[in-house]
């Protein structure tokens, strides 16, 4: 790949960045932050406000903090932690100003500290992107959280569905679910089996974030599934000091609705907090047939004090969704780019449809249980979680002259007639829990932060087939399984990681994890194939990485991150050969620039693959992908973000990742070996928000995200490329403040594809074959949100 156009851009970008230094005045704030007695609050966030400019920084081991370059007129500084009350101070910034400040305990500790052992900190030396819950509720229509997420780098959604509302899938830097470790205050989302995440299973989970963090490449040690991509840790609601209650309604283009009713009982007795939530959504799907109904719920309840935090959650999700998972074969994509074959029942010549089966649908319940201890004993902060989770559902099938042998009913003699085949319909279950448990102490004090946390989990699961009508046996024997597996796994870590400050500016990063993984596999799959699978697997995955924060303003890092994967179950139950593990090397250098009206960032990274298990294009009857082991493969890419603020009503934001994603050496068809592109990875992915605010109350965005051309299949074959697109999105929204007759409340509106681009973000590829997923021309959605 050729690499000119992002020197251009980093040219540029550098060039920008110097004559933006050169602007800034030279005023400083500082100062120092302590408690009643006078001792120092290390990592106090301090924020100043002058008209336009937020600026913000956190105090060292000893207290002190500095704000450089800070422009001459009035501001507020605010000094803020999360176990004490923030103050604020007003002040006329002219030359060097001291602020000092003594902060009061805080009655309640707030709970950022329940997920500290596998976040990524602000100074560790990774790629990080953190969404906030405003942004996520301002882009919320009912979507799944891989849409919320689009803009972020180097992240690529689709969906069977066309609209975001069914089946939903992100890759991070080419990498699918599968290699995208994803958590909710720290316990492992993952199914334990397939490693994917399955968002439509816990729909408007965004609405009960606080926030989301998305790391990018192998990142820090975390639970269950490692991260080849990337990690989304998902942090939920923090607790409010004051009652409340929200309602949102939305509506949109193909019968899209979504209705949300939230609530908190704020602090009582200063100690004790609850909080829920209920949703609904239902979409008809740009796609033929692809309805999707889901309901959700979260509830919470919790004790706080200033050195204790015990909460107990509870939260889950139903999903009914028409299948739509085949995808559109290439000639009908040129007459009809919304037809669905899924359901389809063809007359006795398989020559027409003469009908469809209405309940050829995906079923699946899941809840999750969390209880969360956390403790903080001096320089000492201790922290347990407790997890259960219970899913159970199925996948409904009406199969044409299916082979009564392989479903176990038949063949059957009606006088001297042998009946061997026959219309029937299936069910496929999956019922499984998965439970476990983790903890951390983390010790910080002055120059060293360390951090000792482990986790055991454990997955139990059933997959059974049944026949539940037969064309000639209507009345199917009940609890006859004409397959039946059982899976049990178990997965435990432990990790150690430190961060040291020997000089301000500087700090030194060290991880080192041990993860051991027990997977055995016993029964029978369908078409009556033995499963008889035992693996033992032992990963041992150092990192380290420096930062160096050169000034205020300009900041340094680079790390390595060594990242150990175990096949899925799809990988041995589909794959002629026996899988392998997988292992990377994750090379990391970051550069990043932050002033009053500029920031930009560059990373550049380099991810080595062994035995990379790699998309083939194919899908099995599941819809999960077919893998296969590739020798060597890599990835070599760089990041760029920026966002410049030149007035206080518009912000223009902007990322692009530039990449090359290789496998070395492929043996094709022919017996030739050749270095091709790996399967679903495009080279470019770019997106740009222009924010505008005309209005105290008023924000208008206008978004765009151009994806380059990739490949379905890793042997790069005319048929399996997929075209690049690009897309844009216009939203409005309107805020109008509580008043003495009328709550607050928020009126929201969003016209996606702006331009009626016909594009495709997925596909798969069988031999010559394609089909593809197209997804949704011009559509739009309008909500309103009151607040209590």
């Known amino acids: 790949m050729a690499y000119f156009f992002p020197r251009a851009v980093l040219s540029a970008l550098f060039l920008t960045t110097v004559s933006f230094s050169a602007l800034q005045a030279q005023n400083t704030v500082k100062g120092r932050v302590t408690d009643s007695q006078g001792e120092p609050i290390p990592g106090a966030n301090i924020t100043l406000r002058q008209k336009s400019l937020v600026r913000a920084t956190q105090s060292d081991m000893d207290g002190y903090y500095q704000l450089r370059d800070i422009p001459s007129g009035n501001a507020s500084v605010e000094a803020s932690h999360v176990v004490y009350q923030p103050e604020k101070r007003f002040l006329t910034v002219s030359g060097i100003e001291t602020e000092n400040f003594e902060l009061k305990e805080n009655v309640v500790l707030m709970d950022e500290v329940v997920i500290s052992a596998t976040r990524a900190g602000e100074e560790d030396p990774f790629a990080q992107t953190v969404v906030s819950s405003e942004e996520l509720q301002r882009n919320n229509y009912g979507q799944n959280i891989p849409f919320l997420l689009g803009g972020t780098p180097s992240l690529v959604f689709t969906s069977d569905d066309g609209t975001g509302y069914g089946y939903s899938y992100m890759r991070i830097r080419g990498s699918d679910a599968t290699r995208v470790n994803v958590t909710i205050n720290d316990v492992p989302l993952n199914d334990a089996e397939s490693q994917s995440v399955f968002w439509v299973n816990l729909p408007n989970i965004a609405a009960s974030a606080d926030d989301i963090q998305i790391q990018r490449g192998a990142g820090t040690s975390t639970n269950g599934a490692a991260a080849f991509g990337g990690s989304v840790n998902i942090r939920t609601s923090l607790p409010s000091d004051k009652a409340g209650a929200d309602l949102s309604y939305n509506v949109g283009s193909f019968g899209a609705q979504k209705f949300s009713a939230a609530f908190t009982s704020g602090l009582l007795n200063d100690h004790y907090e609850l909080s829920g939530r209920f949703s609904r959504a239902y979409s008809d799907g740009y796609i033929d047939r692809a309805s999707s109904d889901m309901s959700s719920y979260f509830l919470s309840g919790g004790y706080y004090d200033n050195r204790t935090t015990i909460k107990v959650l509870g939260f889950g999700g139903k999903q009914t969704t028409y299948q739509a998972w085949n995808g559109v074969d290439a000639e009908t994509m040129k007459t009809n780019r919304r037809f669905n074959s899924c359901g389809?029942?063809?007359?006795?010549?398989?020559?027409?449809?003469?009908?469809?089966?209405?309940?050829?649908?995906?079923?699946?319940?899941?809840?999750?249980?969390?209880?969360?201890?956390?403790?903080?004993?001096?320089?000492?902060?201790?922290?347990?979680?407790?997890?259960?989770?219970?899913?159970?559902?199925?996948?409904?099938?009406?199969?044409?002259?299916?082979?009564?042998?392989?479903?176990?009913?038949?063949?059957?003699?009606?006088?001297?007639?042998?009946?061997?085949?026959?219309?029937?319909?299936?069910?496929?279950?999956?019922?499984?829990?998965?439970?476990?448990?983790?903890?951390?102490?983390?010790?910080?004090?002055?120059?060293?932060?360390?951090?000792?946390?482990?986790?055991?989990?454990?997955?139990?699961?059933?997959?059974?087939?049944?026949?539940?009508?037969?064309?000639?046996?209507?009345?199917?024997?009940?609890?006859?399984?004409?397959?039946?597996?059982?899976?049990?796994?178990?997965?435990?870590?432990?990790?150690?990681?430190?961060?040291?400050?020997?000089?301000?500016?500087?700090?030194?990063?060290?991880?080192?994890?041990?993860?051991?993984?027990?997977?055995?596999?016993?029964?029978?799959?369908?078409?009556?194939?033995?499963?008889?699978?035992?693996?033992?697997?032992?990963?041992?995955?150092?990192?380290?990485?420096?930062?160096?924060?050169?000034?205020?303003?300009?900041?340094?890092?680079?790390?390595?991150?060594?990242?150990?994967?175990?096949?899925?179950?799809?990988?041995?139950?589909?794959?002629?050969?026996?899988?392998?593990?997988?292992?990377?090397?994750?090379?990391?250098?970051?550069?990043?620039?932050?002033?009053?009206?500029?920031?930009?960032?560059?990373?550049?990274?380099?991810?080595?693959?062994?035995?990379?298990?790699?998309?083939?294009?194919?899908?099995?009857?599941?819809?999960?992908?077919?893998?296969?082991?590739?020798?060597?493969?890599?990835?070599?890419?760089?990041?760029?973000?920026?966002?410049?603020?030149?007035?206080?009503?518009?912000?223009?934001?902007?990322?692009?990742?530039?990449?090359?994603?290789?496998?070395?050496?492929?043996?094709?068809?022919?017996?030739?070996?050749?270095?091709?592109?790996?399967?679903?990875?495009?080279?470019?992915?770019?997106?740009?928000?222009?924010?505008?605010?005309?209005?105290?109350?008023?924000?208008?965005?206008?978004?765009?995200?151009?994806?380059?051309?990739?490949?379905?299949?890793?042997?790069?074959?005319?048929?399996?490329?997929?075209?690049?697109?690009?897309?844009?999105?216009?939203?409005?929204?309107?805020?109008?403040?509580?008043?003495?007759?009328?709550?607050?409340?928020?009126?929201?509106?969003?016209?996606?594809?702006?331009?009626?681009?016909?594009?495709?973000?997925?596909?798969?590829?069988?031999?010559?074959?394609?089909?593809?997923?197209?997804?949704?021309?011009?559509?739009?959605?309008?909500?309103?949100?009151?607040r209590f």
């Not at 089966?357 to 979680?385: C, K, P, S």
């Not at 596999?521 to 160096?548: H, L």
């Not at 990377?584 to 298990?613: I, K």
């Open 344 to 786: 389809a029942i063809y007359d006795e010549n398989w020559e027409k449809i003469i009908g469809y089966y209405d309940d050829e649908t995906d079923n699946y319940w899941q809840d999750h249980l969390q209880a969360i201890v956390n403790r903080r004993m001096g320089d000492f902060e201790a922290g347990m979680t407790l997890h259960y989770t219970f899913g159970r559902g199925y996948y409904e099938c009406y199969k044409q002259d299916a082979d009564m042998a392989r479903y176990k009913i038949g063949p059957i003699t009606v006088g001297d007639q042998t009946i061997e085949t026959c219309d029937l319909i299936n069910r496929k279950w999956l019922y499984n829990h998965f439970y476990g448990a983790t903890a951390r102490l983390t010790y910080d004090r002055k120059k060293i932060t360390a951090t000792l946390s482990g986790a055991y989990n454990r997955y139990e699961g059933d997959h059974y087939g049944e026949v539940i009508w037969a064309q000639y046996t209507p009345d199917a024997p009940k609890d006859q399984h004409y397959y039946d597996n059982h899976t049990d796994k178990n997965d435990g870590n432990i990790f150690l990681k430190a961060e040291y400050r020997p000089v301000e500016g500087l700090s030194i990063y060290a991880d080192l994890q041990y993860r051991n993984v027990t997977l055995k596999m016993r029964g029978v799959e369908d078409e009556d194939v033995p499963v008889n699978i035992t693996r033992d697997y032992s990963f041992f995955n150092p990192k380290a990485g420096v930062s160096y924060r050169i000034s205020a303003v300009h900041r340094v890092y680079a790390s390595y991150a060594r990242a150990s994967k175990e096949p899925t179950r799809a990988d041995f139950t589909d794959s002629p050969v026996a899988p392998r593990p997988e292992y990377l090397d994750d090379f990391e250098l970051g550069y990043g620039f932050t002033s009053s009206r500029f920031d930009a960032s560059a990373n550049v990274y380099y991810m080595n693959y062994l035995d990379q298990l790699v998309p083939t294009g194919e899908l099995n009857d599941g819809s999960y992908a077919i893998q296969m082991n590739v020798d060597k493969s890599y990835r070599l890419g760089i990041e760029l973000q920026a966002e410049y603020r030149p007035v206080k009503w518009f912000t223009w934001s902007l990322n692009a990742t530039f990449s090359d994603n290789v496998i070395k050496g492929l043996e094709l068809a022919d017996g030739t070996r050749k270095d091709t592109k790996i399967s679903y990875s495009p080279g470019i992915v770019f997106n740009n928000l222009l924010t505008f605010r005309p209005l105290e109350a008023m924000t208008v965005a206008f978004s765009s995200r151009y994806v380059g051309e990739q490949y379905m299949s890793n042997n790069n074959i005319p048929e399996s490329k997929l075209d690049g697109y690009f897309v844009s999105d216009l939203a409005i929204l309107y805020d109008v403040p509580k008043s003495r007759y009328l709550p607050a409340f928020t009126v929201r509106g969003q016209l996606n594809n702006v331009f009626n681009a016909m594009y495709i973000s997925n596909g798969a590829i069988y031999g010559t074959d394609a089909y593809y997923f197209p997804q949704a021309g011009t559509n739009f959605m309008l909500g309103v949100d009151i």
